[in-house]
């Protein structure tokens, strides 16, 4: 067995990811084996928390924009992450992964509500953490409830799985020139407008000092890679 670098992680996944080409709803194809590398990384000892996005169903600001009330439309962005993490601990149960799922507005009668110290007992129990309803307030990403919950519960790193592979200095979709960056600082990022994270979650991490692993999903097994410690995708740190 390989020796973990980092013995608890926050892992956020995008909605979009759990798609797969499907572009919307949930593909269990993807999420099928995204859940075997959880468990395999479970059951090697590392502690999981997960975050997940909301965009293959709805994206609040995206989807509402101009058409709805923005506190609204974020509600039902946070409703839509509930949906993936309901169907993400289902998965999990299946491969005899023991699954909490705590959401930052009460729904009690499918989930847990957000309470930290629970979280993180659950943790030292060997339990993955489901997180949803991002941070429970409007104006907030996933991506910024990642790094609140990370900060939270102590987590080591933030692996962030994507549909991109890493960090570019342009959109590598646009541009089959674009260069990809190994590793970069929080100022890099936020100075450049590169698209890792919004720059609260970006600025969130940096003064929290918690280090962010940028990879992509395609490869499930690049979960565990990341979490023993393997060179992949774009590290965001701090500046050497």
């Given amino acids: 067995m390989e020796a973990q670098k980092y013995k608890r992680v926050l892992i956020k996944i995008s909605g979009e990811a759990l798609a797969g080409d499907k572009h919307f709803g949930l593909n269990f194809d993807v999420i099928g084996p995204v859940c075997d590398v959880i468990k395999k990384c479970s059951e090697e000892g590392c502690e999981i928390g997960i975050v997940v996005g909301g965009g293959n169903f709805w994206r609040g600001v995206k989807d509402g924009g101009g058409k709805m009330e923005r506190t609204r439309a974020d509600h039902m962005g946070m409703l839509a992450t509930t949906i993936n993490a309901l169907a993400l601990q289902d998965a999990l149960e299946q491969r005899g992964v023991d699954v909490r799922v705590q959401t930052a507005i009460e729904m009690n009668k499918i989930a847990e509500p957000y309470i930290r110290s629970r979280a993180t007992r659950h943790l030292e129990k060997g ?114």
């Fill in 127 to 240: 339990r993955v953490v489901i997180f949803g309803c991002g941070t429970g307030c409007p104006f907030f990403s996933t991506d910024t409830a990642a790094v609140l919950r990370a900060a939270e519960i102590g987590a080591d790193v933030i692996l962030l799985a994507k549909n991109v592979d890493g960090v570019y200095d342009s959109d590598p979709a646009v541009n089959p020139d674009a260069k990809k960056y190994d590793q970069l600082s929080y100022m890099d990022v936020l100075n450049q407008g590169l698209g890792v994270m919004d720059s609260t979650a970006t600025s969130l991490s940096m003064d929290n000092h918690i280090p962010i692993l940028v990879f992509a999903l395609s490869d499930p097994e690049n979960i565990h890679r990341a979490v023993n410690g393997e060179k992949i995708g774009t590290l965001v740190e701090e500046a050497k």
